[in-house]
């Protein structure tokens, strides 16, 4: 059975930084393009930053600069250092594992930017 885990989230003050990271069992995490996406109630699930298996990557406009995202081939794991944090980033993270006949996500975990 497939599974992606995430971990990393909390409760972080504004301007401040978190890793997030993202355990997948799936015996093709080397040819998967990963991915991190967020969402807020009420609200489309959005990609925030996607690395390709030759580690080729994008970031959605609003995290560029501040957000990283990397893998670790070795480990099945997938990073987002997120850096300079906003209000505006507070969301549920989802990890997401997908390739030509498949999509698999994780439950996601939340991340809050408050004072």
């Known amino acids: 059975q497939v599974q992606l885990v995430e971990s990393g989230g909390g409760l972080v003050q504004p301007g401040g930084s978190l890793r997030l990271s993202c355990v997948a069992s799936v015996s093709n995490f080397r040819i998967s393009i990963m991915g991190w996406y967020r969402q807020i109630p009420g609200k489309q699930r959005d990609l925030v930053a996607q690395i390709t298996t030759s580690d080729n990557t994008y970031y959605a406009d609003s995290v560029k600069g501040r957000f990283t995202i990397s893998r670790d081939n070795a480990e099945n794991t997938v990073y987002l250092q997120m850096n300079s944090l906003k209000p505006e980033d507070t969301a549920v993270y989802y990890c997401?594992?997908?390739?030509?006949?498949?999509?698999?996500w994780g439950r996601g975990t939340q991340v809050t930017v408050s004072s």
């Open positions: 997401n594992s997908r390739g030509p006949f498949y999509n698999y």
